[in-house]
């Protein structure tokens, strides 16, 4: 027989406590991942780094895609000095040059990546 109506929930787990397959499975994944950054990384690093940084050159577009679910959702700021994010579009010619929103002539190979 289940509780009554209007009865407190009793027993269970309590909220925000992982699923202990979901917990050892997390440590799972990121135990083989420092193994295999220890058998490619240099000297010294720290083989969950080394495997991260090899599949962020190797495989960019997964990379990015687990960087989106790590980092915060929202930008916090200074409420004296407020964020204002903004996008930049620029068009490329053939040859690599492209003008800036400020009418500054740049070379794609001269500018940082961001």
């Known amino acids: 027989m289940g ?3 209007g009865q407190p929930k009793t027993g269970g787990r309590k909220a925000g406590t992982p699923n202990r397959v979901t917990a050892l499975l997390k440590e799972s994944i990121l135990t083989a991942a420092d193994e295999a950054g220890k058998q490619i990384g240099k000297k010294g690093e720290s083989g969950l780094v ?3 940084t090899k599949q962020a050159v ?3 577009g997964p990379f990015m895609a687990l960087l989106g679910k790590v980092l915060p959702m929202q930008m916090a700021g200074d409420p004296d000095a407020p964020v ?3 996008i930049e579009i620029q068009y490329v010619s053939a040859d690599g040059t492209y003008t800036n929103s400020r009418g ?3 070379n794609v190979k001269d500018s940082k990546a961001v």
Do not use: G
Request: hydrophobic share 35%; aromatic share 14%; glycine share 0%.
């Open 3 to 5: 509780r009554l109506k």
């Open 50 to 52: 080394a495997y991260l």
């Open 58 to 60: 190797d495989n960019p």
């Open 84 to 86: 204002f994010p903004s």
């Open 104 to 106: 500054e002539a740049r």
